[in-house]
């Protein structure tokens, strides 16, 4: 079955960084662009980033754009997302997607992210 575990999520201080995992099982990961998309309380579900197969092309959100960087390692099945310089704003769940031309087709459960001075 498909699974999309995320890790990595915590307390983190203002202006400090944290490193997203995202394991995938149960499909082909490598033939998948995959995603990192957050929803904060309140706000709607945000694209934060995304990165293509082979990991050579990527896209950012503004609001992360020099802060972030989406990579992935196809022989461990797993997606990464280093958040530098975090800001209180970056609060969140952060959820792994694998997409499609259609949009997201598999989704993992999340990992919380608090930024907090």
């Known amino acids: 079955q498909v699974e999309l575990k995320e890790s990595g999520g915590g307390l983190a201080q203002i202006g400090g960084s944290l490193r997203l995992s995202c394991v995938a099982s149960?499909?082909?990961?490598?033939?998948?662009?995959m995603a990192w998309l957050r929803k904060a309380p309140g706000l709607e579900q945000e694209f934060v980033a995304r990165?293509?197969?082979?990991?050579?092309?990527?896209l950012y959100a503004d609001s992360v754009r020099g802060r972030a960087t989406i990579s992935r390692d196809n022989d461990k099945n797993t997606m990464y997302l280093q958040m530098n310089s975090l800001k209180p704003e970056d609060t969140a769940v952060y959820y792994c997607?694998?997409?499609?031309?259609?949009?997201?087709?598999?989704w993992g459960q999340g990992t919380q992210v608090t930024v907090s001075s």
């Open positions: 990165v293509g197969k082979n990991g050579d092309n990527t």
């Open positions: 997607n694998a997409v499609t031309l259609r949009g997201s087709v598999y």
């Open positions: 149960g499909f082909p990961f490598s033939s998948y662009d």
